[in-house]
């Protein structure tokens, strides 16, 4: 019997959370936008009214402005996003333990084994779930109900807002596969232009393409995506109460003023970096690859990662390969707006198995930084967290604390 999956995407999350505290933006065109003043002058969020006017998230705010000369623009309050998100969540854990947190605004549910309480009606389920949250928290959401999660969350995209799509087996060919490629869950911007330019412009043509031809053309990635052309997704709604296991840790800024050369980056790599390895050594984690990222003045977005040779959760180590990433393949007259460190490919520290009797002279180094930055957790556990800083910070005029 297949599983009865929810993807349940709340609209203009944080929009609407803003409109919740001042209800006069409801009737307004308004846009939630980071700190001008810290560079963060780009839409997080819009209205249904902004969205009119062509206003698309992750845009400047100058650029919106200039499609809407009247937009009202209101900086962001997490923590109340947050709030609201775990409101919201308690009602979902009313029809199933089985509720996987994807971000902080959706959410999966599998109700496979509870939906016989509510009735054995999975649309009639989710429409009752919305006017709840509607009715009780102040905020819309979108249902997609599926048999897997991928299908699902492409069902909470497909009419907005405050609606529910479903779409089992019987509903793929109608719905699913007519839609564009491009709308498939992990399938970005380059890898779209290869697959048109095999003639592949739906999911459905996607589908019923030949797959080891898909994979011995893009690889891996190529399977996976026919596999989720084809609803090929088993994997499981994590339940609410279970730890769920993080696949990643990074840290991004955006910079009050341009970086400029190798060593304005060093600062702010090493700055992040610092702030990723803790937060593994924390986690009594190590990581195996090391991603950095760039955005420019023009917004323009370049990513590089690396696997390493061996697991690290050091500061220094990860700054190292992350500045190696970007000589690589970053001018240092070029200016850079945000920077962003990416510890993925996580192990537990007692599974860093290194082969320390062939590398002794380089495990000694090692050593040595691993007390190091454990004496300098020690110290910040005890005075605070700004109690030591690395020595080129000398100021803050890049926004650097």
């Known amino acids: 019997m297949d599983r009865i999956i929810f993807h349940c995407d709340c609209n203009s999350f944080f929009a609407s959370c803003e409109e919740l505290l001042d209800p006069s933006l409801r009737d307004i065109p308004m ?3 980071g700190d001008p003043e810290s560079r963060h002058g780009v839409i997080l969020a819009k209205n249904q009214k902004a969205k009119k006017y062509g206003i698309v998230t992750g845009e400047p705010v100058i650029q919106a402005k200039r499609k809407c000369p009247s937009l009202v623009c ?17 009602i979902y854990i009313e029809y199933t333990d089985l509720v996987e947190k994807a971000s902080i605004d959706e959410s999966y549910l599998d109700v496979t084994n509870t939906l016989h309480l509510f009735g054995n009606d999975p649309k009639k389920l989710a429409d009752s779930i919305r006017e709840r949250i509607k009715n009780e928290i102040g905020i819309s959401i979108s249902v997609g109900v599926s048999f897997c999660k991928i299908i699902a969350k492409f069902g909470s995209d497909y009419k907005k807002p405050d609606a529910t799509t479903v779409i089992m087996r019987e509903d793929m060919e109608r719905i699913f596969h007519k839609a564009d490629v491009g709308e498939l869950f992990l399938a970005g911007k380059k890898t779209v232009e290869k697959l048109r330019l095999l003639g592949i412009n739906t999911i459905g043509e996607l589908a019923h393409y030949d797959r080891d031809k898909l994979g011995d053309i893009l690889g891996k990635q190529g399977l996976s995506l026919w596999d989720n052309a084809n609803g090929k997704d088993d994997s499981p709604v994590m339940s609410y109460y279970e730890k769920q296991e993080v696949k990643s840790i990074g840290n991004s800024m955006t910079f009050k003023r341009d970086l400029v050369g190798y060593d304005d980056i060093r600062a702010g790599i090493s700055f992040l970096s610092d702030s990723v390895a803790c937060r593994l050594r924390k986690d009594k984690k190590k990581c195996t690859v090391v991603q950095v990222g760039i955005k420019d003045t023009d917004f323009r977005v370049m990513q590089r990662q690396t696997t390493l040779k061996r697991a690290t959760n050091l500061q220094k180590e990860i700054s190292e390969v992350s500045m190696s990433l970007i000589k690589g393949n970053w001018s240092p007259t070029q200016p850079v707006r945000l920077l962003s460190v990416t510890a993925s490919g996580l192990i537990n520290e007692d599974e860093d198995f290194f082969q320390m009797d062939l ?7 090692h050593e040595k930084q691993e007390k190091i930055e454990n004496t300098l957790d020690d110290i910040r556990r005890k005075f605070g967290s700004s109690a030591i800083k690395f020595g080129y910070f000398k100021d803050d005029e890049t926004g650097i604390k």
């Open 359 to 365: 590398f002794a002279a380089a495990d000694t180094g």
């Open 74 to 90: 209101t900086l962001s309050h997490h923590d109340m996003y947050r709030e609201i998100c775990e409101k919201i969540n308690d």
């Open 31 to 33: 846009a939630v936008t």
